[in-house]
């Protein structure tokens, strides 16, 4: 049994850790998309137009999944292997997984869709505009990979199979809401601060529950996969079309939503961690709220800003407040 004392300092070890396998990401990121952007110059004296396209965006395909992987399997180079905590692979997601999957993909929408009344105050996305050209079938295929599914697997592996699982022996609460900070902040984007916090608490409960990385995987996939299909409306529909079939989708997925929860929260009176069941009748029973090491919530929140998670936060957060600053000052 570990002192207070004992756990204090792994907990510090852990976290200085994770904000190094951060600055890592930082660091991959931005240089090798810098890297990226001037080789698209290149491509294109020896490529047409749609050539250079397709290219380049499966080479950012490349340098996202390298931006986020490597730094996953560095985190375990330097961890002592006792210490490190396994990404839970095994595929358990049982029967009840998809009211589990509408209810969080309503909630996550529901974050998004207050997080656009709040970034229109400061005129954000007019001097940042989203980019995204599904105009050609190659392009839809192309952002599928690029948004959809690579993201999806990627970040989930980082944020919720490295970083949450090696917080939650040190409560679930710290585990949950710091995994979804880091989260927030790695987007670099002050426009989906609000929207990606709650995105990373909601994808980061289940993954506690169902102790399965993949239906963190699929919740997310299948967000940003919501997200492509309302720009393809928009791309593709007449505005007025588009814009009445994005509001039945989102009407009905809201409501699909409020039923799921509903139905979820009676059976979890009935059988706790129901959808925790594997699909082949085996029944795992995940003890949510054990902790191996706990920490009191306040103490785990003022250790969790270890030297490297600061200087993490701190590049970021200037970035952000760059990129804001800019956008208010197009009001004035």
Not at 187 to 197: D, K, M, P, R, S
Not at 271 to 285: A, I, Q, T, V, Y
């Amino acid at each position: 049994m570990m002192t207070s004392a004992q756990i204090e300092k792994e907990y510090r070890g852990t976290m200085l850790r994770v904000g190094a396998v951060m600055l890592l990401f930082l660091l991959l990121f931005n240089s090798l998309n810098s890297v990226l952007y001037f080789m698209r110059d290149f491509l294109s004296l020896f490529l047409n137009e749609k050539s250079e396209e397709i290219v380049s965006r499966l080479l950012y395909s490349a340098v996202y999944m390298f931006s986020f992987l490597f730094p996953a399997g560095f985190f375990y180079l330097i961890t002592k292997k006792k210490s490190a905590e396994p990404i839970y692979f095994d595929v358990k997601l049982g029967r009840f997984f998809p009211l589990l999957l509408v209810a969080c993909i309503a909630a996550n929408f529901t974050a998004a869709y207050l997080n656009g009344y709040m970034v229109e105050i400061f005129n954000y996305y007019e001097v940042f505009p989203y980019q995204e050209q599904l105009g050609e079938n190659y392009q839809l295929v192309l952002s599928l990979l690029s948004s959809a599914i690579i993201p999806a697997f990627c970040e989930e592996v980082l944020f919720r199979g490295v970083i949450l699982t090696n917080l939650l022996p040190y409560g679930k609460s710290i585990a949950i809401l710091g995994s979804a900070s880091l989260f927030a902040l790695m987007h670099q984007n002050v426009a989906q601060l609000f929207y990606t916090f709650v995105a990373g608490i909601v994808i980061g409960l289940v993954y506690v529950y169902t102790r399965s990385i993949w239906g963190a995987v699929l919740i997310h996939f299948f967000n940003n996969l919501l997200g492509l299909i309302e720009v393809l409306l928009y791309e593709r529909l007449d505005v007025e079309i588009a814009s009445r079939a994005n509001t039945i989708i989102e009407a009905v997925l809201f409501l699909a939503g409020i039923v799921s929860a509903v139905v979820l929260l009676l059976r979890a009176d009935k059988r706790k961690n129901d959808f925790s069941s594997s699909g082949f009748g085996r029944s795992f029973e995940a003890d949510d709220d054990y902790a191996k090491a706990p920490l009191e919530g306040r103490r785990a929140a003022k250790l969790f800003f270890a030297p490297t998670v600061i200087v993490f936060v701190c590049l970021v957060g200037i970035d952000m407040l760059g990129k804001l600053s800019l956008a208010i000052g197009s009001l004035l």
